[in-house]
């Protein structure tokens, strides 16, 4: 999954996270609910801060909700903590934002309370793929923020900035390459297939993916770093050690208006597109509250604050936004994306991580 | 003062805390575990409870047998390296002077402090290309040109080592300092060189606290998973580090804990072996 736009979570504050987490399922009450408010899980760390300072402040403000945010473990160990407690009947957040792997797998076991659309009547403004949906049309979930994983270069190695994901093939680049080391976050599948196959339809049948992995692992030879932690890749492609790879095009940018000598660039291929939904817990019992919430983030101007202060990508439509044309270049782009095959992740997990392991490990 | 054999059930009262913190803290756990490896994944989702050999069949396979004999590779020679080392600079160590010893064992301790995070972030930093050790050696002349030493099996080793190392010392200290000074002195008088002394009859002597050593930093070892990720390349992540994939990234806990009771065992096994072999040399 994400360990999400912060370039100083460590493996600690992830732990220290998920402990906080663990402590708010065992004690529960000891958060005694005011008249109104919700606890709302985000990412710890850069994501939480920049929620706590510059959102949650004003929607207090203008619905007389109290939000109580909760700092999220990266990976699925949330995914596994609101589950086990929902079986408890306990929610350590009502609201959390979620990968869409971590949404599909929770549909698997109902964990997602359905939402209403008809108390959301912002919802009209997300573009179509940000609404989660259950097999049988139910909502499981509303876009919350979007992001993009994108090529980046160091400047002073790379004086021109490559166009193309091919780049990652190209032999000049051997040894000089960092990519995510998971299947399910790097989605360098899509990319392959993308590039090289026609589309991520290429990926529908397991020759379609074989074929892909096969073409992947002839860019081993370039990857000196697979990498699950960022700190560890950012730090490299700052310093130049490690000049080249895939990276998160907001943190990217945030370090190149800080003075680094690092540039994302948007390949013609695309960039990867990302997302995060909010997703309501069937343990919660502030269902109300969460509609409320969840209508308040999709409004245009709220997710142009994000895309301002957080550098996320919006969820709803260009046209609805008052961004101008230079922010809405700073976090998202005209290319038509690449969209990750989430499905896969879920109906065909194991049989992708497997290949995927065997793939640069052996 | 004459020891009574425990007669009645107070007179076992001080076992109770550590028996209890004992059963809550690993048998409890590491009965879930063993329960969960046996458990039903569902993919795409978590898992349910039954009783099903899928795990582990999917374990015996070419691939993780290739992974579990690297990591058991590695916790051997990070072993032995650090015994190698860690034998003769005690030895020299417990010969030195009082104020020298301290320095030296409070030196060694603060790396206690360390976390795992730090040692492999100032590791990686030391063998970079841009701001590594062979900056050094570029300017001393002895290198043309800076290069990475990382990612690569050395790197790993000689940070793992670095990690286990103080260990190693805290362990052999006591032993050495009470070896009687006047065994490698006869040796000395009978004309053994001061090598030949320590070969011959040092190491002998501490046959077992050297064994001790090697089964401590090997299973201390055997649990790393963050070091040869930050300074490794994927053919050096050992099999902690698939397990973490598995149970962080991939929700499978099943197949997570069958790993982790498979590599419990197998350390087990090893550890039993080396301690049926000391033996055995003993009873000779």
């Known amino acids: 999954m994400r360990d999400i736009l912060n370039a100083k979570l460590g493996r600690r ?3 220290g996270a998920g402990l906080a987490g663990a402590s708010m399922l065992a004690m529960p009450s000891v958060l005694r609910a005011q008249d109104k408010s919700l606890k709302v899980g985000v990412y710890g760390g850069f994501f939480k801060d920049s929620f706590d300072k510059n959102i949650f402040p004003d929607f207090t403000k203008a619905t007389g909700i109290a939000i109580e945010s909760v700092a999220e473990p990266t990976g699925e160990a949330w995914l596994v903590q609101l589950e086990q407690a929902a079986k408890a009947g306990a929610a350590p957040a009502d609201i959390s934002m979620m990968s869409q792997v971590a949404m599909l797998k929770g549909q698997s076991t109902n964990l997602w309370a359905p939402l209403d659309l008809g108390k959301i009547p912002n919802s009209k403004n ?15 979930g509303i876009g919350a923020v979007s992001w993009y994983i994108t090529l980046v270069t160091n400047t002073q190695v790379y004086k021109e900035a490559p166009t193309s994901w091919a780049a990652l093939w190209d032999k000049a680049n051997a040894d000089k390459l960092g990519l995510l080391a998971l299947v399910s976050n790097s989605f360098l599948l899509e990319v392959t297939a993308k590039t090289f196959m026609g589309g991520t339809k290429a990926l529908d049948t397991e020759e379609g993916i074989v074929k892909a992995l096969e073409k992947l692992s002839e860019v081993k030879p370039n990857v000196r770093l697979w990498y699950r932690d960022e700190a560890q890749f950012e730090q490299a492609l700052k310093s130049g050690e490690i000049p080249m790879g895939q990276y998160y095009h907001d943190v990217t940018g945030l370090a190149a208006s800080q003075g680094s000598p690092v540039r994302s660039t948007f390949p013609k291929e695309g960039g990867i597109q990302d997302s995060g939904c909010w997703a309501l817990s069937r343990a919660s019992k502030k269902t109300e509250e969460a509609h409320t919430f969840i209508n308040y983030m999709c409004q245009p101007a709220i997710q142009a604050t994000l895309s301002r202060k957080v550098g996320t990508s919006p969820t709803v439509k260009r046209d609805l936004l008052d961004l101008t044309a230079e922010e809405f270049a700073s976090v998202s782009s005209d290319i038509d994306p690449i969209i990750p095959r989430y499905d896969l992740y879920q109906t065909k997990s194991d049989f992708l991580n497997q290949k995927w392991t065997e793939m640069i490990a052996g | 003062m004459r020891r009574e054999p425990p007669q009645r059930l ?7 805390f550590p028996a209890g913190m004992l059963t809550v803290f690993f048998v409890v756990p590491f009965a879930t575990m063993i329960a969960v490896s046996f458990f039903q994944r569902q993919q795409g989702g978590f898992y349910t409870p039954a009783f099903v050999f899928d795990n582990y069949a999917r374990f015996l396979s070419l691939f993780f047998g290739k992974v579990l004999g690297f990591s058991l590779f590695l916790a051997v020679a990070v072993a032995v390296a650090c015994v190698v080392i860690g ?6 160590l417990s010969r030195s002077a009082r104020k020298i010893q301290i320095v030296w064992l409070v030196a060694l301790l603060s790396i206690l402090s360390l976390s795992e995070v730090m040692i492999g972030f100032a590791w990686s930093t030391l063998f970079s290309r841009t701001a590594g050790i062979t900056n050094l050696f570029v ?6 040109q800076a290069q990475a030493l990382t990612p690569s099996f050395g790197a790993v080793m000689t940070a793992m080592t670095y990690q286990a190392f ?9 032993a050495l300092v009470r070896l009687d000074p006047t065994l490698t002195e006869a040796a000395r008088t009978l004309g053994a060189s001061p090598v030949k002394a320590f ?15 090697l089964i401590m930093v090997f299973i201390f070892a055997l649990g790393s ?6 300074l490794g390349r994927p053919q050096h992540w050992t099999l902690s580090v698939l397990i973490t994939d598995q149970a962080i990234y991939q929700s499978n806990m099943p197949f997570a804990a069958a790993m982790a009771v498979f590599l419990v065992l197998v350390s087990l096994a090893l550890v039993g072996l080396a301690l049926y072999a000391g033996q055995q040399r003993q009873a000779k």
């Open chain 2, 166 to 174: 103080p260990y190693t010392v805290l362990v052999l200290y006591p």
């Open chain 2, 87 to 92: 034998i003769p600079f005690t030895y020299l």
């Open chain 1, 126 to 140: 997300l573009i179509e793929r940000f609404v989660n949906k259950y097999p049988d049309g139910k909502v499981a």
């Open chain 2, 225 to 230: 998973y963050l070091l040869p990720q930050l």
């Open chain 1, 13 to 15: 504050s992830v732990l």
């Open chain 2, 139 to 144: 300017w001393l002349g002895l290198m043309a």
């Open chain 2, 199 to 213: 070969l011959t009859v040092v190491v002998p002597a501490l046959r077992n606290t050297i064994l001790a050593t």
């Open chain 2, 10 to 16: 107070a007179h076992y009262g001080p076992l109770f």
